[in-house]
């Protein structure tokens, strides 16, 4: 059974950046397929990005062009990258493990769970 803990959230002004981590233990995250998710209060958590073990990328529309997904298969750890961050990023994040089949950005096809990490873009 994969444990994730995610890390690297924060306070950060409109326009600047967060790299938020996800280390993996307990399995070699390069045969999961990797996602990050995000819930702002009030919401339900929806999807942001996703790495497959074959490299496949997806992005949510709304981050497109902004978030970068990455992964260190040594340091068994996935990324995401968050540049020019909006008020409406704001949420807490959460990284995702999802044993069997590829890319997906539905929540409930993830086996496993962080327990999250809050990024707050306000100025």
């Known amino acids: 059974q994969v444990q994730l803990e995610e890390s690297g959230g924060g306070l950060v002004q409109p326009g600047g950046s967060l790299m938020l981590s996800c280390a993996a233990s307990g399995g070699p995250i390069s045969v999961y397929t990797m996602g990050w998710f995000r819930q702002a209060p009030g919401k339900e958590r929806e999807f942001v990005a996703v790495?497959?073990?074959?490299?496949?990328?997806d992005y949510a529309d709304s981050v497109k062009g902004r978030f970068t997904i990455s992964r260190d298969n040594a340091k068994n750890t996935v990324y995401l990258q968050m540049n020019s961050l909006k008020p409406e990023d704001t949420a807490v994040y959460y990284c995702a493990a999802k044993r069997f089949g590829g890319r997906s950005r539905v929540r409930t096809f993830y086996d496993y769970w962080g327990q999250g990490t809050q990024v707050t873009v306000s100025s």
């Open positions: 790495l497959d073990w074959s490299l496949g990328i």
